[in-house]
């Protein structure tokens, strides 16, 4: 298994060229491949040494991940990522089998994901000030997040394009570049309106195509997205900031408590397999059971 920077390049290469990663998928897949690189040209591990001796390798590459603080989690991500690089060499004649077919993933206990009460919800609407531009931008942020369940990458990249208010709808360029197209609630179409006609006042000559803007005109980047919903957030009171996953988990399972199809949920939030949002059920099985354990006289 050759550790050299060009395999690795060659790979992440035809991760952006052939199967369309975005930019953050492909800077986690290069951190991984270089945790690797570094393990096996620190321990002077060949070639040889690892087509021979696998399983072993991997095993004391595990411990010294374990070692150098990550969760189970990242372990299991990472290892996804040597599994996809051994299968790209394999693929591309550089080695001779496809030698992360060899490797067992290990498992994890999967956490419940976090999300807000809708009393919560309408108490995070309120705190915007809709009459000011700041204000207006900020409620349809958090708005469109609650309403659509799109991730803080997809809202950040909306255009003027993508909406389409007079059928109700958003098209949202999710992971893979694939598109996809979700509904926008009235409170959501509501708030956007509102901010687009303060928008268009206060930078009449702008050409920016993205939706929301900062306060000098220019494209809002993720991370000043994620402020603006943690800004929020603190005046709940709750004891972890709330990120814009949260909003898509709140979002996802209030659709689900409120019987909607998890085969819908799926389309909506973008996931390309159901097992990724059956962990939805999970949560409000687990909702069910602590009202259930409340109330029941023999719980």
């Known amino acids: 298994m050759p550790a050299s920077k060009r ?15 975005s930019p953050n998928t492909i800077i986690a897949y290069r951190h991984d491949l270089e945790r690797l690189r570094s393990y096996l040209l620190e321990r002077s591990i060949s070639k040889k040494q690892v087509e021979d ?10 411990r010294r991940l374990h070692a150098d603080g990550l969760s189970n989690r990242s372990i299991c991500r990472v290892l996804s990522s040597v599994k996809s690089y051994l299968k790209h060499l394999h693929r591309t004649g550089v080695t001779s089998e496809n030698l992360g077919a060899m490797i067992m993933s290990i498992r994890f206990e999967k956490k419940l994901p976090r999300y807000l ?32 369940g799109c991730r803080l990458s ?6 003027f394009d993508d909406i389409d208010l007079n059928a109700g709808n958003v098209r949202v360029t999710g992971k893979g570049r694939k598109e996809r197209l979700v509904p926008v609630g009235k409170y959501a179409r509501t ?15 702008s050409r920016c195509e993205f ?15 994620s ?9 709940l009171g709750t004891t972890d900031p709330i990120s814009p996953h949260t909003l898509r988990h709140s979002f996802a399972t209030h659709l689900l408590d409120a019987g909607a199809d998890i085969m819908a949920i799926k389309e909506m939030l973008g996931h390309s397999s159901l097992s990724t949002t ?22």
């Open 7 to 21: 395999h690795a390049e060659e790979f992440l290469k035809y991760l952006v060229e052939q199967r369309s990663y």
């Open 53 to 62: 001796n696998l399983n072993r390798v991997i095993r004391d590459f595990i």
């Open 117 to 148: 009460i809708q009393f919560d919800v309408d108490r995070l609407m309120q705190y915007p000030d809709p009459d000011t531009f700041l204000g207006s931008r900020d409620l349809a942020i958090i708005e469109l997040l609650y309403s659509t």
């Open 154 to 159: 997809e809202l950040a990249n909306i255009t």
């Open 191 to 205: 708030a956007l309106e509102n901010y687009i006609s303060r928008r268009v006042s206060v930078f009449s000559d």
């Open 211 to 225: 939706i929301f803007l900062n306060k000098l005109g220019g494209p809002l980047t993720s991370r000043s997205i």
């Open 227 to 235: 402020r603006v919903v943690k800004k929020y957030s603190s005046m």
């Open 278 to 299: 059956q962990i939805y059920s999970h949560v409000s099985l687990e909702r069910l059971r602590k009202v259930y354990e409340k109330a029941h006289p023999r719980a």
